[in-house]
């Protein structure tokens, strides 16, 4: 409803201004092509991704002073605290760092965002910027247009500088010309009033635009101009960091709690600032004029003083809120809970991961192995056995011969519920990811891990096949029958148990080998399948009818064994690592893994660390 209104309220605004005068003409394009700016900037740096941009992030979660820091440098670099708070929300959302890691980052992102205006204040304004703004803009959109990710990364960085300082040109002469037919200040208001009446024009303007960087902007050449006065300047400039915190909580939308949990510290923070900033606003003021008289900033520099100004309070709300962050984190825990697991749902698959490689991969990693354990469960309950006890237990074999209840569940609701929903979400989440521009090597590997998990459901879907036969045979003492189903069951059960302390294992003393000597045992027992049961069939230990039931079924249970390894092999081994390359030269095709099956003699099986 409300975007309904704002947008032809604002179309309303600027038609009476375009017909009121040409220099509002000017004054209004220079924020747009300000805006543009902003957003090929943004472009630009996500370009970089996948890089020196998501290390920077991860390392700032070891300590509060390290994730201001890195909040403080990246919006200086990317002028854009916006940018900075989406980036935060999305590897939060993915479980990259921690809640308190992202509230410090933000605390750092509202004291990066005030280089913005000394960079207008103490440049855009003493220099013609837009001699440099053409060369910007040429080379720019040269490199725009080349196939190499960084060079377009780079030719949007530029051209975004380039049109940020055409729009600040264009401001500033439109404000020039503006006063000579029309005095803005007329419009002035003093004391509380003008307080209030300004914090909210900022506050509103920062809404229109999704951007308190071009508010300020606007603010800083319109008071160089002359057109608003300087305790108003201060007020919008108050507003403007208000206002800001509209873009965190948009973002947060997509988000999972975690991202709701930042967007919420964002606002809190902010608001918490602009009230101190409204109520000591006079002592701040003397603070200002101090301290800019210390630097030798002139008493009528008012564009500069009010740079002085938003740096000052900001940075005073860091102060303020530092001492409380883990109090903050707290309140925002208990106002925003952790909804209740629900393993039927996806967990890490959200939109606000979408925009960066290493976000969409750790999320996509994370979804896989959440269906996994969706699926370890099911499959296991097929068989009629607790995770839990095949986990601990030691004996294997022995936990199957006692496990003859069957589980009563309905598979298909489970299935349906469980697996399928997930699978879909991961093959909608590949595709979308897919769509975007990545990395070569972060696409394959978002492809891998959506193979994975086609091989994980296969595996569920030949535990279906299996159930019926398994629980009639060994519900009770069947002889050679039972026997044979229970080898079954312990085998899947013996390598889903191989698998976990796979996972609890050291990526980097992970070894492929014994997943490659797994799958030998297995396409060696396949073959051997036939000739055993030919055997029992002749010395009448087993009827033709139970025989075939059981051969069916073997292949069944071989082609979950199989999904099951290929599945681990892909989503646990790292080949990276040096072990991992020795380990790729030495593994065995599928083909010869079959002729290694029939050749090999048998042997004993090594662990998954040997």
């Given at each position: 409803m409300l975007n309904r209104l704002l947008l032809p309220t604002i179309l309303l605004v600027l038609s009476i201004g375009f017909w009121a005068s040409s220099n509002f003409q000017e004054i209004a394009a220079g924020v747009a092509i300000f805006l543009f700016g902003m957003m090929m900037l943004e472009d630009g740096f996500k370009l970089f991704s996948g890089g020196l941009l998501e290390r920077a992030l991860e390392s700032a979660t070891r300590s509060i002073p390290k994730s201001i820091g890195f909040g403080i440098f990246a919006t200086t670099i990317m002028q854009s605290s916006s940018l900075v708070s989406v980036i935060t929300i999305s590897f939060l959302s993915a479980g990259l760092i921690t809640l308190l890691a992202g509230v410090g980052i933000i605390f750092g992102a509202n004291i990066g965002t005030t280089t913005g205006a000394w960079l207008v204040a103490g440049f855009g304004l003493k220099v013609n910027i837009s001699a440099y703004a053409l060369p910007?803009?040429?080379?720019?959109?040269?490199?725009?247009?080349?196939?190499?990710?960084?060079?377009?990364?780079?030719?949007?960085?530029?051209?975004?500088?380039?049109?940020?300082?055409?729009?600040?040109?264009?401001?500033?002469?439109?404000?020039?010309?503006?006063k000579d037919q029309f005095d803005l200040t007329r419009f002035a208001l003093k004391g509380v009033l003008g307080l209030a009446v300004y914090t909210l024009v900022g506050a509103a303007a920062t809404v229109v635009m999704q951007s308190s960087h071009a508010t300020m902007v606007l603010v800083i050449t319109a008071l160089a101009a002359g057109q608003i006065s300087y305790e108003n300047a201060l007020a919008l400039a108050i507003g403007a960091n208000i206002g800001t915190t509209i873009t965190a909580m948009i973002g947060s939308f997509t988000a999972n709690f975690q991202g709701k949990r930042l967007a919420l510290?964002?606002?809190?923070?902010?608001?918490?600032?602009?009230?101190?900033?409204?109520?000591?606003?006079?002592?701040?003021?003397?603070?200002?004029?101090?301290?800019?008289?210390?630097?030798?900033?002139?008493?009528?520099?008012?564009?500069?003083k009010l740079a002085v100004f938003h740096t000052i309070?900001?940075?005073?709300?860091?102060?303020?809120?530092?001492?409380?962050?883990?109090?903050?984190?707290?309140?925002?825990?208990?106002?925003?809970?952790?909804?209740?697991?629900?393993?039927s749902l996806p967990i890490y698959l959200s939109e606000a991961v979408d925009e960066f490689p290493q976000t969409i991969q750790v999320a996509m990693r994370r979804e896989i192995q959440h269906l996994y354990d969706n699926s370890v469960e099911l499959i296991l309950q097929s068989l009629n056995l607790n995770p839990k006890q095949l986990l601990a237990v030691k004996d294997i074999d022995a936990l199957v011969a006692a496990s003859h209840s069957p589980v009563e569940?309905?598979?298909?609701?489970?299935?349906?519920?469980?697996?399928?929903?997930?699978?879909?979400?991961?093959?909608?989440?590949?595709?979308?990811?897919?769509?975007?521009?990545?990395?070569?090597?972060?696409?394959?590997?978002?492809?891998?891990?959506?193979?994975?998990?086609?091989?994980?459901?296969?595996?569920?879907k030949s535990a279906k096949h299996l159930r019926r036969n398994a629980s009639k045979y060994t519900q009770a003492r069947q002889g050679v029958i039972a026997d044979l189903y229970n080898g079954l069951r312990a085998e899947i059960g013996r390598i889903l148990v191989e698998i976990h302390k796979l996972e609890h294992t050291d990526p980097?003393?992970?070894?492929?080998?014994?997943?490659?000597?797994?799958?030998?045992?297995?396409?060696?027992?396949?073959?051997?399948?036939?000739?055993?049961i030919e055997a029992l069939i002749r010395d009448r230990r087993l009827d033709a009818t139970k025989a075939t039931s059981f051969l069916n079924d073997s292949n069944y249970a071989y082609s979950l064994m199989r999904d099951l390894l290929g599945a681990a092999r892909a989503y646990y081994i790292e080949t990276?690592?040096?072990?991992?390359?020795?380990?790729?030269?030495?593994?065995?095709?599928d083909d010869e893994l079959i002729d290694a099956a029939l050749d090999e003699e048998p042997d004993s099986r090594a662990g998954p660390t040997s």
């Open positions: 910007m803009l040429a080379i720019g959109i040269v490199l725009v247009f080349q196939k190499s990710k960084y060079l377009r990364g780079a030719g949007f960085v530029l051209a975004g500088l380039g049109f940020l300082f055409l729009g600040i040109h264009h401001m500033k002469e439109g404000f020039e010309a503006f510290a964002h606002l809190i923070f902010n608001l918490v600032t602009a009230a101190v900033a409204l109520v000591f606003i006079m002592p701040i003021r003397v603070a200002v004029d101090y301290i800019s008289a210390g630097v030798g900033i002139a008493d009528t520099d008012y564009a500069l309070f900001n940075l005073l709300g860091v102060i303020l809120m530092l001492p409380v962050i883990h109090r903050l984190v707290a309140f925002l825990e208990r106002m925003i809970v952790q909804p209740k697991e629900d393993l569940f309905d598979f298909d609701i489970q299935y349906e519920h469980r697996i399928k929903t997930l699978y879909s979400a991961i093959v909608e989440f590949a595709t979308r990811a897919a769509a975007k521009d990545m990395p070569p090597d972060v696409i394959d590997d978002i492809y891998s891990m959506r193979d994975v998990a086609a091989q994980i459901v296969r595996a569920v980097e003393d992970r070894s492929g080998l014994w997943l490659d000597q797994e799958r030998i045992q297995v396409e060696r027992d396949a073959q051997e399948t036939n000739t055993r990276e690592e040096a072990m991992a390359e020795v380990e790729r030269i030495l593994a065995l095709e």
